[in-house]
């Protein structure tokens, strides 16, 4: 069973870097096919994706969020991390892991979520 779990601080600052950090139990994020993404729900709307970083290590990104985002990963630890720049008070919502296998553009396993607010 694999298992996603997302881990960072829930306040952050206008202007600062949000970094969260997701650990994949039950499963390796090289194993082949399987991407590994982000995605948020801000309060009231609808997830948006945000990025992946693929079994290879290829990242992709949403366009609209794609000059202040980076995922990375840490394969000796099986982690993978988003960091967010320049955030502002519309980047707080609920952020979630999740993985999806390459044939597919449905998630099969996700985060519980993480509640991130963007406030002074």
């Known amino acids: 069973q694999v298992q996603l779990q997302e881990s960072g601080p829930g306040l952050v600052k206008p202007s600062q870097t949000l970094s969260l950090t997701c650990t994949v139990s039950?499963?390796?994020?090289?194993?082949?096919?399987?991407?590994w993404s982000w995605i948020r729900q801000p309060p009231g709307k609808g997830l948006e994706w945000m990025g992946n970083?693929?079994?290879?290590?290829?990242?992709d990104y949403s366009p609209f969020l794609k000059s202040r985002t980076s995922i990375s990963r840490d394969t000796y630890k099986n982690q993978f991390t988003l960091q967010l720049s320049s955030v502002t008070p519309e980047d707080t919502g609920v952020y979630y892991c999740?993985?999806?296998?390459?044939?597919?553009?449905?998630?099969?396993?996700w985060g519980q979520g993480t509640q991130v607010t963007v406030s002074s």
């Open positions: 039950g499963g390796s994020i090289t194993a082949k096919n399987y991407y």
């Open positions: 999740a993985r999806r296998w390459g044939g597919s553009n449905l998630y099969d396993y």
């Open positions: 970083i693929a079994y290879s290590g290829i990242t």
